[in-house]
């Protein structure tokens, strides 16, 4: 057993590489990982080292919409307009959520409003899906 100086975990040998490796491969993969990251959103979005995390813990290292807290890094949204940055998103949120409502606070304003009274209940009165339609919809929620 060997004590990683970066993680602090007593692991086994097999999780250095070599002798005087003293951080374990875990961390070594997470390192460089984070360190693509950080080139990429600097690169694609003008993000200077550090302004991604500093943007994460403002936002409670959640989705800024959904509050989604996920293992996944969130993406960095951008107006496609204007192209300025503005905030982190979970996939789901960036790229179905705001591509769906074609990045119109309008047409979420709308949204919200038809799920919080919605015009069929109104018209005709509670009708139901039948079961079939209620599992397809689960179904594809899992995914
Ligand atoms: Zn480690
Ligand atoms: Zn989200």
Redesign the pocket.
Known sequence: MKR??????N?QLR?FTGPRGR??????R?ARSDATHRRRVGKTYGLEAGEYDALFKAQGGACAICGGTRKQRLSVDHCHKSGVVRGLLCRLCNSRLLTAARDSPDVLRRAAAYLEAPPAVDVLGPRYASEEANNSRQRKRKR
Do not use: D, G, H, V
Request: hydrophobic share 15%; proline share 0%; net charge positive.
């Open positions: 990683c100086e970066r993680c602090q975990k692991r999780f951080i374990c491969t875990t961390c070594q997470k």
